[in-house]
């Protein structure tokens, strides 16, 4: 039977006791020897008025640390002391007892200008912003819209009821319900994913809110509008025509009203205008019905 792990085992703890010893004697001296070096200055001895202080270690004597002290009596009769950083008041202490930083003034955001840049690179027309500008005849919250991608699919439609204008980040809030469910799209107006926004039915009467969350109530829920882009597109059908070769025409019409004689009737005249890309027009009610495709 061996024993010899059996008599190193004492030998080892009594090593290992030894050692922690040894450290703890070395920190109570250094502690002893810097609290004996330290120097403590009496509270009847005033500093001067300014001066440099370093702090130095007690046993390599280097330079550990520095540290400058000013006295309000200092500053306020030399103020070039620190002339790089304050500068005197002039307008209502003469004497300069007063002094103020010297503020440089803050540069200007560069986010509207990196916005415009991008906006002007990924809208190079401008008919992405004309679209959703503050104007008249833009498009507008609780507008019904549709959204089509270029990537396929079917367009997405619905009532817009949020309008959230941050730049290159300008994007639309769609509502419309699919099997009776609702359902809301975020869609950003200059994502080049979006090959055209229509505006398929206006509202009435201007929005008194800048965003109609309060739609998804059920009490304002305007519920699904597939029966009102159905509406709209046999309208545009109707009044559009096929053309050989260039792909066809597209009838803009604009309902006027005119009053005759003993009766009240709305007189419907068409013009013909260009086709560019594969856009058409829309009827809605007395208003144009625009069509927007970016290309």
């Given at each position: 039977m061996n024993t010899a792990p059996h008599s190193l085992r004492p030998l080892g703890c009594l090593k290992a006791g030894l050692r922690q010893a040894r450290q703890q004697r070395a920190l109570l001296c250094r502690q002893m020897a810097t609290t004996t070096s330290s120097t403590i200055s009496s509270s009847s001895q005033t500093a001067p008025d300014h001066g440099f202080y370093k702090?130095?270690?007690?046993?390599?004597?280097?330079?550990?640390?520095?540290?400058?002290?000013?006295?309000?009596?200092?500053?306020?009769?030399?103020?070039?002391?620190?002339?790089?950083?304050?500068?005197?008041?002039?307008?209502?202490?003469?004497?300069?007892?007063?002094?103020?930083?010297?503020?440089?003034?803050?540069?200007?955001?560069?986010?509207?200008?990196?916005?415009?840049?991008?906006?002007?690179?990924?809208?190079?027309?401008?008919?992405?912003?004309?679209?959703?500008?503050?104007?008249?005849?833009?498009?507008?919250?609780?507008?019904?819209?549709?959204?089509?991608?270029?990537?396929?699919?079917?367009?997405?439609?619905?009532?817009?009821?949020?309008?959230?204008?941050?730049?290159?980040?300008?994007?639309?809030?769609?509502?419309?319900?699919?099997?009776k469910v609702g359902v809301e799209?975020?869609?950003?107006?200059?994502?080049?994913?979006?090959?055209?926004?229509?505006?398929?039915?206006?509202?009435?009467?201007?929005?008194?809110?800048?965003?109609?969350?309060?739609?998804?109530?059920?009490?304002?829920?305007?519920g699904s509008v597939s029966d009102i882009v159905f509406a709209w597109k046999k309208t545009r059908k109707v009044m559009t025509t096929r053309g050989g070769g260039g792909g066809g025409q597209r009838l803009v019409v604009v309902l006027r009203r005119r009053r005759r004689r003993g009766s009240r009737s709305r007189e419907m005249r068409e013009g013909v205008g260009e086709r560019r890309g594969r856009g058409e027009g829309g009827v809605d009610g007395n208003r144009l019905c625009s069509c927007y495709l970016f290309c």
């Open positions: 702090i130095t270690d007690p046993k390599t004597q280097r330079l550990r640390s520095a540290f400058a002290v000013y006295s309000p009596s200092a500053i306020a009769t030399s103020p070039s002391a620190l002339a790089p950083l304050i500068q005197p008041s002039t307008s209502s202490n003469p004497s300069g007892a007063l002094a103020r930083l010297i503020v440089s003034p803050a540069s200007p955001d560069p986010l509207p200008a990196l916005h415009q840049v991008q906006i002007k690179r990924m809208d190079p027309t401008g008919a992405r912003t004309a679209l959703f500008a503050k104007t008249r005849h833009a498009a507008r919250v609780g507008d019904v819209l549709m959204v089509t991608h270029r990537r396929g699919g079917e367009p997405f439609a619905g009532v817009c009821i949020s309008i959230r204008r941050a730049g290159i980040d300008t994007a639309i809030l769609l509502r419309n319900h699919m099997g799209m975020w869609y950003k107006i200059y994502n080049k994913n979006v090959a055209g926004i229509e505006i398929v039915k206006r509202r009435a009467k201007r929005a008194r809110r800048a965003r109609l969350t309060y739609m998804r109530q059920a009490k304002h829920d305007m």
